[in-house]
């Protein structure tokens, strides 16, 4: 079995892989305030809950956006299988070239993200992930990252818009029926729903055009399913991209 550990910075996921498929997929809150403890205590539950034994993983992978937690993630996750964990940063994956200025700022999430998409498609291609932050990852049909566009996610749009303006209030992601809204959720949801659409697609484009026009599109993060006039634009939507890529760098590892 292998163990895929994405620390994010909403929630950190674990997928446990085995016999060719994602067997079991837990999600925790990412807590900088909690200890080891707090999360070991969670997955030996998933653990226990799912009838697993920790001795049964052969290999830890782990990716990490938020440096607080990644010691505490760390120290867990030796705790219970012993001092070989997979950390994912830029060299972990010699197949992968990462051509942009300082590659230790780019997160291990999006390199995971490449390895997956590059080992499965030998194409250009950018991977959209709709998470805490929008990441436009692009990589070459040679295995090259050549480099990455990053904004605000929508939960991020939303709660700021929320957090900074005294009159409008928090709403649910979900398409309004028209450009011009009606009511004040209706408002927020055509402006940032419809006005992410508009940009995905518009980045999207200026991506291609730079690239030459051949370039294919992958969407993944919890929040890639929400704009769902954005499903042409994609060849592929794939929630488990990340925990996948991570996947294929501990199984070239192990080899």
């Known amino acids: ?25 837990w999600r925790m809150r990412s807590l900088v305030q909690e200890n080891e403890a707090h ?4 997955l030996r539950l998933h653990f226990l809950e799912a009838g697993l034994w920790f001795g049964d993983v052969e290999t830890v992978v782990l990716s990490s956006v938020v440096p607080a937690l990644t010691p505490v ?18 060299e972990i994956y010699p197949a992968l ?44 049909k040679d295995s090259k990252i050549l480099g ?19 009159q409008l209030p928090e709403v649910p992601l979900q398409l309004p029926p028209s ?3 009606k009511n004040t959720v209706e408002a927020i949801q055509a402006g940032i729903l419809l006005g992410y659409e508009g940009l995905v697609k518009s980045l999207l484009g200026r991506i291609r055009a730079e690239l030459g026009g051949e370039c294919i599109a ?29 996947r294929i760098i501990g199984e070239s590892l192990r080899a």
């Open 1 to 25: 079995m292998l163990l895929a550990v994405d620390l994010g910075n909403t929630d950190t996921v674990f997928g446990l892989h085995d016999s060719g498929n994602w067997e079991h997929i």
């Open 39 to 42: 999360y070991e205590s969670k």
């Open 73 to 90: 993630i760390l120290r867990m996750l030796r705790s219970l299988f012993g001092d070989g964990v997979i950390v994912v940063g830029p």
């Open 97 to 140: 070239s990462i051509e942009i200025d300082h590659p230790h700022e780019i997160g291990a999430d999006l390199i995971a993200n490449a390895v997956a998409v590059s080992t499965r498609y030998k194409e250009n291609c950018v991977v959209v992930d709709f998470g805490t932050a929008l990441t436009f990852t692009t990589v070459s």
């Open 148 to 166: 990455v566009a990053i904004l605000p996610g929508l939960v991020t749009a939303v709660k700021a818009l929320f957090a900074n303006t005294a």
């Open 179 to 181: 450009a011009i809204g």
């Open 218 to 246: 992958v969407a993944t993060g919890g929040l890639s399913s929400i704009i769902d006039t954005l499903r042409d634009e994609f060849i592929e939507i794939d929630r488990k991209l990340t925990l996948d890529g991570l």
